[in-house]
């Protein structure tokens, strides 16, 4: 690790305080605390002084910084912030070049945006550092770089670019010798360069080596490359370097043009289905290319059948013909704990899959499908709706568009969607015996599927030609290759019949005996953890979630949960979020209501919801640093809720865990648990607030004023109607927010809670605002005033007396704003308020500037977009660089109005505002 400045390499100190620097440097302009800097510096082996030597690196940091003119290294109330930006750290750039090359439109800007960004590797990351937490850092980026450089292999390749790439292929097979997508790369350039001979005998090298140390054999795609090389296939023949250029309807993805590829990963191994696979192809083929109609079809079938496998791997295999993209939406419609996607969620999900803002979703159904059906208007694309429950489910999400087609799976036969859609039924079986019998060799080889015939019909039988139960035989087998078949088949035939079936008409009995069977493998331990599984709501969950719904410490359960999925029990679906097969989920579900007493069920259900709610009232306090905690009990034993100190950190985390939370909230509220329901809610308000997901919202706030209600806790009531009058002013519904409002108005003043009756009037004072009301604006704020003026509330006082100043500016008194204002300021700073000094200087912005005092105008202006770019709020951050840099055209500085709107154009499209195309006009004008 190094650092240079315009004079050369910057000495940046002994080993430890450069481990310093660089634990700061992976989450640069965030605040990390200081028990987080002390445990990733010195991990297990804590010196006993650990805190003051810590002290003593980051101030020669910081001396050095001072005299290389490097970043600011401050002292934050929970901890340090290196106040350096990203694009100046080679890592961060690298990812924001590799994003920027994934959305290129075309293939010659995509290769230099790649060059580039592997251009910043210099070696392996920290390798002069002896860490554990680094190094596992430096792992995690090395898989991105090698994720990077295989995509930017695939474009050098299409632009001809063999020749000059065949040297660093074959380095780098040498240490990914197992990796089949860069044997393919390799195999490809190979055969290009005229060496059909040595692509062929690298296929063969592989081959062997995966039968020998896995078992299996090459994925489809790399048979299919092997099969056309063998054949010399005239389509494999090199390109002639060329700039590759999108069509209209590619660029209609988003800003960016970003091309949506949303398929999960094909299945290594497929069998069978060769009828459906060919209904499949004869659907597209007489509907043209692109296709002519819309076809529409539903796949069938009972759970475990392969609808799923079968719909993916032929997506796979055609997503060519959809070259504007693919789209993928799991509807959840059989999910066991209920919680099947409605029309809204679903259209959002695509909304958002097709780069729509969140604050430019509408809210009404007929609006978002009318959206969603012009972004696809005149696009050549897939989408696969997974696991349907209904056709009215379904309907609407079709597109209106001849040019895309839609792939339906359900467990049902959506004769709706055939009877009045037009939709192509194709319905799933269980696997005949050749088919079943070509699964199984697919997955454990064909010589030992031959050796024994017996066993390999024995086991046919007992799983019923069910795909899933053969998966789960087969990759049991697999992983005991020392174990003759017939040692799974005599296991199956004993436990058959001594199962009842799956609850439900479309479960086969000896699915059962299979899952029976994986399960009594486990250690009692990841049993026990199994069965709870079953009992969380959510459609995934993460490490921590799971350690605390077993009440096991980390290291333990991160073992557990590794044994589960060894097992095919769970699937590791993303890096640390683990999610079950709805019939394994149904199984655990089941298990967990017959082995476990309904005490530790209950207590498991309490510890999960500990979890989310001691993670997210404090996280929910990172995202918006003004909120106040609100009360909790201390969590049940066993709860170990996650820490999570920078805004990014705390914002991924409620973004990877939204689904878990609603699915929480609704659990909570399902099982009387009104004050776990209640409490999820306030740590949501904000992050959906933000997120611009108003039905989310709206759902979880109505859910909370029920649990108020039926806790009969009229304060707890009053707090909900006052973020409902938010949430429905922020969707333009004024007289549904001023009702809510006066509710809660009412409930604060009989409870007598003047802090309340404060907020809500401040609340109001916006509302009214919206509407153009400014003296009723004006008159709530001053009511505000004397309330937190009662209060001796100095910070609440001056936060509205910066308002009245707004609203003196608006009812056109800019003199009396700047006393408002000027009056405001004092308490701020004093209580460091950084938010409230940044609306405070705003305004006094804005009142300069409607008094024509345009220099005082954009040195006020410059102090807010300092304070709010300190605390990252990104849109009142824009919002005053908007007008600074309207302030800039009026005194005809262009060069620096032109720079202001660019900054601001950053920050709204980092939020997805549609402000961001007004700025956009402006600086293309």
Known sequence: MEADNER??????????????????????????????????????????????????????????????????TRRSRGYQLEVDPSAVDAHQFRALVVEARQAVDDEHAETLWHEALGLWRGAPFADLDNDWLRAVAQQWEAQRFAAALDRNDVSLRRGGHASLLHELVAATSTYPMDERLAGQLMLALYRCGRQTDALAHYRLLHRRLVEEFGSDPSPRLRELHERVLRQDPQLAAPQPVTVTSSPSAGAAGPAGATPAQLPADIPVFAGRTTALRQLDTLLDTSGDPPSTVVITAIGGS??????????????????????????????????????????????????????????????????????????????????????RDADQVRPLLPGTPTTMVLVTSRNQLAGLVATEGAQPIRLDVLDDADARALLTGRLGAGRVAAEPVAVTQIISACAGLPLALAIVAARAATLPEFRLAVFADELTDSHGRLDALTGPDAATDVRAVFSWSYQALSPAAARLFRLLGLHAGPDISRPAAASLAGLPMPQTRRLLAELAGAH?????????????????????????????????????????????????PTACVLSSYLKPIHLDPPQPGVAPETLNAFDDAQRWFLDEQPALLAAVAAAAANGDDIHAWQLVW?????????????????????ALAAAQRLADPDRQASAHRNLGVAYRSLGRAADSVAHFQQALDLYTTLGDKRGQAVVHAGLSITCENEGRYREGLDHTERAIELYTDLGDPVGRAVCLSNKGHFQGLLGDPEQTLVS??????????????????????????????????????????????????INSRHPHADTLNRLAETYLTTGDTDAARNAWREALTLLDEIGHPDADDIRKRLES
């Not at 940091?61 to 290389?68: K, N």
């Not at 780069?355 to 696809?376: D, M, N």
């Not at 740590?683 to 859910?703: I, K, N, P, S, V």
């Open 821 to 870: 204002c000027r009056q405001a300021l004092g308490p701020l700073e004093e209580h460091d308020h950084r938010d409230g000094q940044a609306h405070a200087w705003d305004t006094i912005g804005d009142a300069h500037r409607q008094l024509g005092q345009h220099q005082q105008a954009i040195s006020s202006y410059q102090r807010a977009v300092d304070l709010f770019r300190a």
């Open 8 to 73: 050369g390499v910057v000495s940046l100190g002994p080993a430890r305080q450069r481990t310093v620097l660089a634990v700061l440097l992976t989450a640069p302009a965030a605040v990390v605390s200081v028990d987080e800097l002390v445990d990733r510096v010195w991990g297990p082996a804590l010196p006993q002084r650990a805190h003051p030597i810590l002290h003593t690196y980051l101030s020669r940091l910081r001396g050095v910084f001072a005299a290389a003119g490097g970043p600011a290294l």
């Open 683 to 703: 740590a949501l308000r904000d992050f959906l607030h933000r997120r611009g997901d108003w039905h989310a919202h709206l759902e979880t706030l109505h859910a």
């Open 303 to 388: 759970a475990g059948i392969g609808k799923t496998t079968l719909a993916l791997h032929w997506a796979h295999r055609q997503r060519h013909r959809f070259p504007d993209g693919q789209l993928y939406v799991n509807l959840r419609g059989f999910n066991p704990a209920g919680q099947a996607m409605s029309p809204p969620q679903a259209l959002r999900t695509l909304l958002e899959l097709l780069q729509v803002p969140p604050q430019r979703i509408p809210t009404s159904v007929e609006a978002q499908s009318g959206l969603y059906r012009g972004r696809l208007a005149g696009r050549r694309m897939l989408v696969l709706l997974d696991n349907a």
């Open 569 to 617: 029990l769970l699937t590791e679906h993303r890096p640390g979020r683990y999610a079950f097969h709805d019939l394994l989920r149904a199984y655990a579900a089941e298990l967990s209501q017959t082995l476990d007493a309904e005490p530790e069920r209950r207590a498991a259900r309490h510890r999960i919801l500990d979890h989310y709610v001691h993670t997210a009232v």
